[in-house]
């Protein structure tokens, strides 16, 4: 559920490879949700070029234009939602390198799983060190609010996630449980693999 500044996709990249490599442009892009999930778009369409089968990109750029959407529900929790995802753009930037450079042997829904799970243990790694294990009401309330209002105006793909979450564990879904975020990440891919 992807949301660093540090690299990111350009055309020069693309013409060398694919790899991804700094540029001040990048750098600003990756400040903004709207930014990232541009970032994220652009990578995703490099890996599916290269062959390499997954849909993960593509969901983590979802999540970002589903916050840059909502970013007005965030109130008190904007600061640390845009500083994970610049964070979790840096982790992800690896994981696309990593990928391109023929470093992970996963593919399809192995590799999406494995790539959703790692970036919630950053997520959760990201969390513990900025607030130790109480996050304040005035981040977690807003954050899952995000979540709940207007669902019916949700993207779909976001809605029937949050919605199979929510069936699977007969609770509403709450962004701050890992459990939660990483099944809302697998709904996601495999609606964008199968569309159910």
């Keep these: 559920m992807g949301s660093g500044a540090g690299n990111t996709a350009t055309s020069q990249s693309q013409a060398e490879g694919g790899a991804v490599t700094s540029s001040d442009d990048g750098a600003q892009k990756g400040q903004t949700f709207a930014g990232r999930?541009?970032?994220?778009?652009?990578?995703?369409?490099?890996?599916?070029?290269?062959g390499i089968d997954t849909v993960w990109f593509g969901v983590a750029a979802d999540l970002n234009e589903f916050f840059a959407g909502?970013?007005?529900?965030?109130l008190t929790s904007y600061e640390y939602m845009n500083e994970l995802g610049i964070s979790l753009l840096d982790h992800n930037t690896n994981m696309f390198n990593s990928l391109m450079a023929g470093d992970i042997s996963l593919s399809g829904q192995s590799l999406d799983n494995f790539l959703v799970?790692?970036?919630?243990?950053?997520?959760q790694s990201f969390t513990v060190a900025r607030y130790g294990t109480s996050v304040p009401v005035s981040v977690r309330a807003p954050v899952n609010l995000a979540f709940s209002v207007g669902r019916m105006a949700l993207a779909s793909n976001i809605r029937s996630g949050v919605n199979y979450v929510e069936r699977r564990y007969s609770e509403n879904f709450n962004f701050w449980n890992t459990s939660h975020r990483i099944l809302l990440g697998e709904s996601m891919m495999s609606m964008a693999r199968h569309g159910n």
């Design 70 to 74: 909502r970013s007005g529900l965030l």
């Design 117 to 123: 799970q790692g970036e919630q243990m950053h997520v």
């Design 37 to 50: 999930a541009e970032i994220y778009r652009d990578m995703q369409a490099q890996l599916s070029a290269a």
